[in-house]
């Protein structure tokens, strides 16, 4: 496949974690866009962690994806998803999801979702966008979170 159309066949997935206290009511958004086609999407649970809600987003959008996509160019404001999954897992995993200080990796459940969703597609790539600093799709993330933080209050 040419890098042309691996381009064309490309899916930009811009996710952010929202909470209200840490650990509180958090949301999790996404915007999903495919060429011209875009899907927004969030969800929130009443006790959650920020860091929880930032790797549901990427979770989310991803499961998202009926089938494997070649390329998925996932945009995030978080740099515990983004150090997480480019630098720490694959120390976690090879020392049994435990720290380089021996302790248990904390989310280590949201960590293996995350890796088992990243193996069904192609190639991952990871962007760092700066938070609450006009990134127009990152802010339309923030406020599907906040959203989700605010129904999850509700219930």
């Known amino acids: 496949m040419t890098q042309h159309s691996s381009a064309q066949n490309?899916?930009?997935?811009?996710?952010?974690?929202?909470?209200?206290?840490?650990?509180?009511?958090?949301?999790?958004?996404?915007?999903?866009?495919?060429?011209?086609?875009?899907?927004e999407m969030y969800g929130g649970e009443t006790a959650t962690t920020n860091n929880k809600m930032e790797l549901t987003a990427v979770i989310e959008g991803l499961a998202a994806l009926t089938r494997p996509v070649p390329l998925v160019r996932i945009h995030t404001?978080?740099?515990?998803?983004?150090?997480?999954?480019?630098?720490?897992m694959r120390g976690w995993k090879r020392n049994g999801w435990l720290t380089s200080a021996k302790q248990p990796v904390k989310n280590a459940?949201?960590?293996?979702?995350?890796?088992?969703?990243?193996g069904r597609h192609g190639e991952i790539t990871w962007e760092w966008?700066?938070?609450?600093?006009?990134?127009p799709?990152?802010?339309?993330?923030?406020?599907?979170?906040?959203?989700g933080r605010d129904e999850a209050k509700k219930s």
């Open 10 to 39: 490309a899916v930009d997935l811009y996710t952010d974690g929202a909470c209200s206290g840490n650990p509180g009511p958090g949301g999790w958004g996404v915007v999903l866009r495919y060429g011209h086609h875009e899907r």
């Open 109 to 118: 459940d949201l960590w293996r979702r995350l890796d088992q969703e990243c």
């Open 77 to 88: 404001d978080s740099t515990y998803v983004l150090k997480g999954i480019t630098e720490w």
């Open 137 to 147: 799709e990152n802010e339309r993330a923030d406020k599907l979170a906040c959203k």
């Open 129 to 135: 966008v700066k938070g609450h600093a006009g990134h």
